[in-house]
């Protein structure tokens, strides 16, 4: 059921009240408790900028927004707001009110505090409260929400803990209810975990008490949209060498592995690499959270869906690989490959639909293969391991390993190529690898990324594409 904007704004949905009383405050709420609140005063959680007064003053700001909120609900018409589908519309009207609202208080603010406390009261109204300011961060890629106190973000790999804070359980879990109710999702006592997508291709997921002992805990993975492949060299996840031969593969349509562990920058390098399909092309993409942004028009984007509550409806990967083939693609993107789709999409990419792109959860090339082959296997398949081996290697032309290193930096690690089978197996030789040369005293990695000197077999196939690639760029 759909929230009114009354409920939403008021965060009663979950019968507990979001506005701590006064002793609330005093006693046991998180404004008044003292550590957490020297350092918000420093504002990194954009509270009030370097403001020097001491607990008293910030409780009186807080005060002020409490106030201004309540008096926000009284005053307008909400029934009117209601018909108004458009976010920005809305968010523009309560601006407005808080604006008017502000002028008639008698605390002193300057101009700057004005504005600061006027977006913080239309984020507490109707956005993520103190998490809409990293939201709207661009360099924050991960929030981390461990309870109402604990808050943390990761910028470039590393993770930080931020000063902003929930004011208590109750006004977590109102936010929380706003960010899965907008994606038509809930989350209470009989359904204590939620895994969601929301408009923005963000991923998040929440769990809550009892089950998680300390607060609610919020996992939001930020959809990196500024990780365009110009990025990623600048980054220094790879070089530009090794970006004009992944350039020249994708366009000359060779098969695609991706390999990572969890975190390590798969997808993000699957969206690069995708950037690189050519427009006129008819593209599906096949993903269990769609996080894939094609910039191409013609992009079909299909989704799985688990099982409902009665263990009916489910629509699995596999299926819609299946499905895919029947809608005349000339590629097909799979977000990652798990289980028994992995035949499928190993079929596909043998019959008709070169130049298809898929991840693997894998450490190195060589276990991307043997994942590959342990994912065929258990999908049920009475292949001879022969014929499974010939299917992998002409299937794969070329396996992009991704790491996340233990500075917590992402790299490509290593650029291999998939060329042939022989008695023993599939064999894979490698064109780029990152050399590890060691660790500096501050932790960061130290190494360089390198040809191995081999040009590689598919050199007549990128030159049939009219691509073709300087021998120098393999070092040979
Ligand atoms: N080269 C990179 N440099 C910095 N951050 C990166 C890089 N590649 C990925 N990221 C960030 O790392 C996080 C995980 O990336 P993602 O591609 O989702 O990993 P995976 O699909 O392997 O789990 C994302 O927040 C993403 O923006
Ligand atoms: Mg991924």
Excluded: W
């Excluded at 929230?3 to 009240?17: F, I, P, V, W």
């Excluded at 910030?58 to 005053?75: G, M, P």
């Excluded at 975990?193 to 609610?216: F, K, W």
């Excluded at 000359?252 to 390590?264: C, D, K, Q, Y």
């Amino acid at each position: 059921m759909a929230k009114s904007l009354r409920e939403r704004m008021m965060g009663r949905t979950l019968g507990a009240d979001i506005f701590p009383t006064a002793s609330d405050d005093g006693a046991k709420g998180p404004i008044a408790d003292s550590p957490k609140v020297s350092s918000m005063k420093d504002g990194a959680s954009g509270m009030f900028g370097p403001r020097k007064e001491a607990t008293e003053s910030l409780s009186a700001v807080e005060q002020l927004k409490h106030s201004i909120h309540r008096k926000l609900i009284e005053r307008l018409d909400l029934e009117a707001l209601e018909r108004v589908t458009d976010e920005r519309l809305i968010a523009a009207q309560i601006r407005q009110a808080v604006a008017e609202l502000l002028r008639d208080e008698s605390t002193p603010l300057s101009q700057a505090e004005r504005e600061e406390l006027v977006d913080q009261v239309v984020y507490e109204v109707i956005g993520l409260g103190p998490i809409e300011p990293l939201f709207r961060d661009p360099t924050v890629s991960d929030i981390f929400v461990n309870g109402p106190r604990e808050i943390f973000v990761e910028r470039k790999g590393k993770i930080h803990r931020v000063k902003a804070t929930f004011r208590n359980d109750a006004h977590l879990l109102a936010v929380l209810d706003r960010i899965v109710s907008r994606v038509g999702r809930r989350v209470d006592e009989s359904s204590p975990m939620v895994d969601a997508r929301l408009p923005d291709g963000s991923r998040v997921n929440a769990i809550i008490p009892p089950l998680a002992i300390d607060g609610a805990v919020v996992s939001i993975r930020r959809f990196g949209a500024n990780l365009g492949p110009e990025k990623l060299v600048e980054f220094g996840a790879m070089t530009a060498d090794m970006l004009t031969l992944l350039r020249a593969c994708v366009k000359a349509r060779l098969n695609v592995l991706v390999s990572g562990g969890t975190g390590s920058g798969k997808t993000t390098l699957l969206n690069a690499l995708s950037s690189f399909i050519p427009s006129a092309e008819r593209v599906v993409t096949i993903e269990d959270a769609a996080e894939l942004r094609l910039q191409q028009e013609h992009v079909v984007r299909l989704e799985t869906r688990p099982p409902n509550a009665e263990g009916r409806g489910e629509v699995t990967m596999r299926d819609l690989v299946k499905n895919a083939l029947r809608m005349r693609p000339d590629r097909i993107i799979v977000g990652e490959v798990r289980g028994a789709e992995a035949m499928d999409m190993l079929q596909a990419m043998n019959t008709g639909h070169e130049g298809s792109l898929t991840t693997v959860h894998a450490n190195t090339p060589y276990d991307a293969i043997g994942r590959l082959q342990t994912m065929i296997l258990l999908g049920g398949t009475n292949l001879p391991d022969r014929a499974m081996r010939e299917q992998i290697s002409s299937a794969l032309d070329l396996v992009v390993q991704a790491s996340r290193l233990s500075d917590g930096t992402r790299r490509v690690t290593s650029i291999t190529e998939v060329c042939g089978n022989d008695g023993d197996g599939v064999k894979i030789q490698e064109l780029y690898r990152f050399r590890r040369d060691g660790v500096a005293e501050d932790g960061r990695v130290i190494g360089e990324h390198e040809p191995m000197g081999i040009v590689p077999h598919f050199m007549d196939r990128l030159k049939m594409a009219g691509l073709e690639l300087p021998p120098s760029l393999f070092g040979a």
